[in-house]
């Protein structure tokens, strides 16, 4: 599709959500959120039965076409629950969000060696040690900015009032005796 023909299409719809920026980038992160627990509660549970060379050989698409569909099965039913939308609209998003997910958990695994770590001799505490490791490591990727301090206040914070200088308090009553 030609990019200038997209362009006005994305507008229209995200006028017609009536959805500020900043509101989503907050479903966008708590989807995102969602989905990257999703992802690490399966590959906890493998690992934790000891399939330690299953989680490695699906992260690295090396995993049997029935293993990986049931893995990616567990994956979307966990997303799907979670985000408690239905139909459409949540097959939609797990559709989207999921495969991102993946996607920066392999880039983020090739670059800290997780799989090389994983593959070696380790024991299942190790393994899920790095597992949380990987985790904290791919929301860094996909939310940068998650941990400076900012703050959203509530709407009922009061604001300072800020008088310019050149304005004097306002003259006492007059006592009348």
């Given at each position: 599709m030609n990019t200038s023909a997209l362009l006005p299409r994305l507008l229209q719809a995200a006028k017609s959500t009536?959805?500020?920026?900043?509101?989503?980038?907050?479903?966008?992160?708590?989807?995102?959120?969602?989905?990257?627990?999703?992802v690490h509660d399966v590959l906890q549970a493998e690992i934790q039965k000891?399939?330690?060379?299953?989680?490695?050989?699906f992260v690295t698409s090396k995993?049997?076409?029935?293993?990986?569909?049931?893995?990616l099965e567990r994956m979307a039913a966990r997303v799907l629950v979670r985000l408690g939308l239905r139909g459409a609209l949540a097959s939609n998003v797990v559709g989207w969000v999921l495969p991102l997910v993946l996607e920066q958990l392999v880039q983020?695994?090739?670059k800290t060696g997780f799989f090389n770590k994983v593959q070696s001799n380790t024991t299942i505490l190790d393994a899920l040690s790095r597992l949380d490791e990987l985790k904290q490591t791919v929301w860094k990727r996909l939310v940068p900015d998650a941990g400076t301090g900012a703050e959203v206040l509530p709407d009922d914070t009061p604001t300072p009032l800020l008088l310019p200088q050149h304005v004097s308090a306002p003259p006492a009553p007059a006592s009348q005796t």
């Open positions: 009536g959805l500020a920026a900043w509101q989503t980038g907050q479903l966008f992160r708590r989807a995102v959120a969602t989905a990257l627990t999703a000891g399939n330690m060379q299953l989680v490695s050989d995993a049997l076409p029935a293993a990986r569909a049931l893995l983020a695994g090739h």
